[in-house]
T-cell receptor, first 111, second 112 residues
């Protein structure tokens, strides 16, 4: 079974502080994605990766950066968190049948 | 551009049927359907590829009309466990990065 962990699961931070969210997979899948989910907006793609050190922007990438130095880890960084980045963040991997498998999510609150 | 889902919400009694629609302004290569229960991650239901095929998963099935750029999810004889928010995700290109654009979701509530 595909396995994804996200850390931390919950975080409260203050405006202006940097925040890094981690997504870890156990099965060597090439494609990984970061989404944010907000009421009334559904899931929106922030960034995605198609291999180690290969990343690209999604539809809501402003204020976010990503890195992937190892196949298993995909990091999402908020350089200077703002209240508008309060959200639930989901990481996903693409499985062999093209479906996406989602991690448990990280609830981030920016005060 | 985000696909449009309708209805936004629907309330059923156990055993009733429902249809959830997903429309895109772009030509589509594939449509994915996911269900999310409150406080949990979205879970994959099925994928439909260009070609108008219909798929089924127990009492949940879906169709894809590529000419109309629409997909519909059919829930038959609904069960309490079907409650949740349903999302469609669309892929216009079938490109190798497999990016999906999700609709805003349809909240389905099944009551006893």
């Amino acid at each position: 079974d595909a396995g994804i962990t996200q850390s931390p699961r919950h975080k409260v931070t203050e405006t202006g502080t940097p925040v890094t969210l981690r997504c870890h997979q156990t099965e060597n899948h090439r494609y990984m994605y970061w989404y944010r989910q907000d009421p009334g907006h559904g899931l929106r793609l922030i960034h995605y990766s198609y291999g180690v050190k290969d990343t690209d922007k999604g539809e809501v990438s402003d204020g976010y950066s990503v890195s992937r130095s190892k196949t298993e880890d995909f990091l999402l960084t908020l350089e200077s968190a703002t209240s508008s980045q309060t959200s639930v963040y989901f990481c996903a991997i693409r499985l062999a049948g093209n479906e996406q498998f989602f991690g448990p999510g990280t609830r981030l609150t920016v005060l | 551009q985000q696909p449009v889902q309708s209805p936004q919400a629907v309330i059923l009694r156990e055993g009733e049927d429902a249809v959830i629609n997903c429309s895109s302004s772009k030509a589509l290569y594939s449509v994915h359907w996911y269900r999310q229960k409150h406080g949990e991650a979205p879970v994959f239901l099925m994928i439909l590829l260009k070609g108008g095929e219909q798929k089924g998963h127990e009492k949940i099935s879906a169709s894809f009309n590529e000419k109309k750029q629409q997909s519909s999810l059919y829930l038959t004889a609904s069960q309490l466990s079907y409650s949740g928010t349903y999302f469609c995700g669309t892929d216009p290109s079938g490109g190798s990065n497999y990016k999906l654009t999700f609709g805003k979701g349809t909240l389905l509530t099944v009551n006893p």
